[in-house]
């Protein structure tokens, strides 16, 4: 965890339907990304973490989002998952630590115990202050602000969570990643300005899905307005 210090972490995800959703692709991203000076990435489902192991030996936070019918967590929600990932070349794996119910009876304290005898270091995934405390209290490793805006508790709230860095820096002693809503190099250095540990940063960087889309509905919008307003 050490070499991820005050440095940049890159999300290289995709869409499902997406053509970049392929693990060669996600690879290459990957490997453009460390090439350029990212410290670490974070990748979902085994597969890409395979395919982007066999490229880098550059840290790997892992996770593998699976959703099941009647529960809100999907990132990583069992111990079945975190080894998959593990077994896939996984160096950090990433949980929902949220405090809401999990498929399997599964807890945050348990998954964190399976996975430590994994001999693999936790990142817990969080909403809110408390819930960041109490991953930190059943063991997690590193504590990131991944699921501010996300969850029913906090869906009126817009990423980045600043205000939720500063207070889990100053409250915990484990160490704090930013991740969620960076969108330019400005607000990564904020992030380490206010103590974070590292910066996670994915759709500014590699959503290249997400960001067309958004460009693409903000030109339409506009020459809609235009049109309707007239000359």
Known sequence: MQSLQHKLI????????????????IAAIAQAAINRGAAGLRIDTPAHIQSVRQR???????????????????????????????????DIIAIDATLRARPGGETVASLVDSIHRLGKPVMADVDTLESAIAAAAVGADLV?????????QTRHLNPPGFDLLK??????????????GIASPTMAKQALDLGAYAVVVGTAITGIDAQVKSYCETLDYEHDRNTHNGP
């Open 144 to 152: 990131g602000t991944t699921l501010y805006g996300y969850t029913q």
């Open 56 to 90: 880098t030996s550059a840290p790997i936070i892992g996770l593998w989002k699976r959703q099941f019918e009647g529960f809100e967590v999907y990132i990583t929600p069992q111990a079945d998952q975190a080894k998959a990932i593990a077994l896939a070349g996984a």
């Open 167 to 180: 207070q889990m820096v100053d409250k915990l002693s484990v160490p704090v990643i930013c991740e969620g």
């Open 10 to 25: 890159v999300s290289c995800q995709a869409p499902v339907d997406s053509p970049l959703h392929d693990p060669t692709v």
